[in-house]
């Protein structure tokens, strides 16, 4: 990447899919980062630059690279191969990590537990500019979806009354689903998510409680 693509990268800001680090923490706390990107969309961190987007370089590219290195071969589940580049920009170094949407989602990071009081391993993604924990919809879609590879599916009444549902309110949560077809949560959690897969609806990450919505250009008829 030349100095200018550099510049207009850093001027987008914290993304989806980029994310600003003035330095690497601990190898966990960035592989939280790194699986996230690598569970979601892809993208890259970039080290040596503060959050506003301000360049303030790295003293060291060893030591940086050494956590990350750490990070991704040791913290995350499977391992993710990123690929590491150094830039100069203004005469400070720069070092940003390349991180591809994996094929082997979910990946995983263990982290301290402080109401089970141990280790547990946790699924990361991407939500706007933050690296949040998988809900337990978005986890169970990322263990069964290949990437670019939708599923054929049948459409039965359950999925004709989601349909109706959602051409009036537009969005349905997993338990509003169950409740008005009359089925377990763990049932209806299944077919919205061979509905994702099979690219009929979309499902949304947010804070408190995923979603489900129409996917564009879908003719039910």
Do not use: W
């Not at 690598?38 to 370089?57: F, H, Q, R």
């Not at 990590?97 to 994996?102: G, K, L």
């Amino acid at each position: 990447m030349n100095p200018n693509e550099f510049k207009d990268l850093i001027a987008e800001g914290e993304s989806s899919f980029l994310e600003f680090k003035r330095k690497a923490t601990t190898p966990n706390k960035l592989a939280r980062e790194i699986a996230a990107l690598a569970n979601t969309k892809g993208g890259i961190l970039i080290i040596g630059v503060d959050d506003d987007g301000t360049v303030v370089g790295v003293r060291s590219e060893k030591s940086e690279i050494d956590i990350v290195e750490q990070a991704c071969g040791f913290h995350i589940f499977p391992p993710v191969e990123p690929e590491i580049e150094i830039i100069e920009y203004k005469n400070k170094d720069v070092i940003l990590v390349h991180i591809p949407e994996s094929i082997r989602k979910p990946h995983v990071v263990e982290i301290e537990d402080p109401e089970k009081k141990r280790p547990v391993k946790r699924a990361y993604i991407r939500l706007g500019e933050k690296s949040v924990i998988a809900s337990k919809e978005m986890y169970k879609l990322m263990t069964t979806q290949a990437v670019g590879k939708p599923l054929k599916i049948s459409i039965g009444e359950r999925e004709r009354r989601l349909f109706r549902y959602l051409e009036k309110h537009e969005r349905i949560t997993v338990k509003e689903f169950a409740s008005i077809v009359n089925i377990s949560r763990r049932r209806a959690e299944r077919i919205l998510i061979d509905l994702v897969r099979a690219k009929v609806i979309l499902i949304h990450n947010d804070t408190n409680n995923d979603y489900f919505s129409l996917a564009p250009n879908i003719n039910l008829d």
